[in-house]
């Protein structure tokens, strides 16, 4: 079991940054794979970022390439999402996730943080 905490979202103007954090407690954090799923009002749960156990791999959605990072810090048990260049389609509610595989389905993601809402103004 692990319990993921997500914080650092707000209002930013278009072309603006934010970064998320989510942090974890419970198992080990090391033992998961984390990520970022999104999702906007009226739309469904899409997959954002996800990371290797140890930061060995990453996985971005195209819509966020070079402008998204996803990073992890295992001494800390947090994930963090960095985002730059932000535009207003990027408006929506940030889930972290955490489990044994990575996947682009958000089905198979166990455990869920409470999200936090991240909105760009044009």
């Known amino acids: 079991q692990v319990q993921l905490v997500d914080s650092g979202g707000g209002l930013v103007q278009a072309g603006g940054s934010l970064r998320l954090s989510c942090a974890t407690s419970g198992r080990t954090f090391s033992t998961y794979f984390m990520g970022w799923f999104r999702q906007a009002p009226g739309k469904e749960r899409d997959f954002v970022a996800a990371?290797?156990?140890?930061?060995?791999?990453?996985y971005y959605a195209d819509s966020v390439k070079g402008r998204f990072t996803i990073s992890r810090d295992n001494g800390k048990n947090t994930v963090y999402l960095q985002m730059n260049s932000l535009k207003s389609e990027d408006t929506a509610v940030y889930y972290c996730?955490?489990?044994?595989?990575?996947?682009?389905?958000?089905?198979?993601?166990?455990?869920w943080g409470q999200g936090t809402q991240v909105t760009v103004s044009s």
């Open positions: 990371i290797g156990r140890i930061g060995e791999s990453t």
């Open positions: 996730v955490a489990d044994d595989s990575m996947s682009y389905r958000s089905r198979s993601w166990h455990y």
